[in-house]
């Protein structure tokens, strides 16, 4: 089993106005085949959250931990964080000219592996996961994100998380900007890797569709850099129905 363990996390940004803190404190564990969604209004800290963890150089954490298996994240390069099994769906996926995505995912399997995966077996698993996101095949040979629409861009980021097999996967946002075909598309491969390898999830999402399809063991109210409640799948009906005005009352 693998867990997540993140305390009393706080992180900065650089603004044209100056140093900002967006993390205030943030305490949160996730283990392998637990799902838990973060909710909360725009602007309250979820991506940085995420891109935090991930070790993105604009947020830098000034005081807290985050362990994986024990072991220190924040003290891991961004591809030995990878390594380690942890894995980032990004909300905004970048196009790589030059790189097609057959190449691109090869090379992720080899460096989060230590070793290249046999070729007969990793193209048949490649193209599997491909049908089952329901991708055309010559998605393969075109460069990595490159005039993708934005559903097409987040099937990419869920063939990567199938194919690589995190230990624990952070999602950002990966229902954005999706109809309901592909929400629904996306959904079943959330949940395909989760029934084949256990992978603990961070959903962070602003509404609960994507809920009607992962359904999360746990929801976390975010409001300005804090988790602000927690409990179970029903507090996410609750803000369905109510919003988040209450938590952004008490925040001011």
């Known amino acids: 089993m693998s867990v997540l363990e993140i305390h009393d996390l706080h992180a900065t940004v650089e603004t044209p106005e100056g140093t900002k803190e967006i993390l205030k404190g943030v305490d949160l564990t996730i283990r392998s085949g637990e799902t838990h969604a973060i909710m909360g209004p725009n602007g309250s800290g979820k991506s940085t959250l995420a891109y935090s963890i991930a070790g993105h150089p604009k947020y830098e954490i000034t005081s807290g931990t985050v362990t994986l298996d024990g072991e220190d994240l924040l003290e891991m390069s961004v591809d030995e964080r990878a390594r380690a099994g942890l894995f980032l769906a990004m909300q905004y996926p970048v196009e790589v000219p030059g790189v097609t995505v057959s190449n ?52 990419h980021e869920i063939l990567q998380m199938e194919l690589l097999k995190p230990n624990i996967a952070i999602l950002d946002e990966t229902d954005s900007g999706l109809d309901v075909d592909a929400l629904r598309i996306v959904s079943d491969g959330v949940n395909r890797a989760k029934e084949s390898t256990d992978v603990g999830v961070m959903l962070i999402t602003h509404y609960t569709r994507i809920l009607n399809y992962i359904k999360p063991d746990f929801v976390h109210v975010f409001v300005n850099g804090q988790i602000a409640e927690q409990g179970g799948p029903e507090l996410a009906d609750r803000l369905e129905a109510e919003g988040y005005e209450r938590y952004l009352a008490g925040a001011k």
Do not use: I, Y
Request: aromatic share 8%; no cysteine; charged share 35%.
């Open 104 to 155: 691109f995912l090869r090379t992720a399997k080899t460096a989060v592996d230590g070793a290249a995966p046999a070729l007969r077996t990793w193209v048949k698993d490649v193209r599997g996961a491909m049908d089952n996101l329901k991708m055309d095949q010559v998605f393969a040979e075109r460069n990595v994100n490159e005039g993708f629409s934005g559903g097409e861009k987040k099937r």
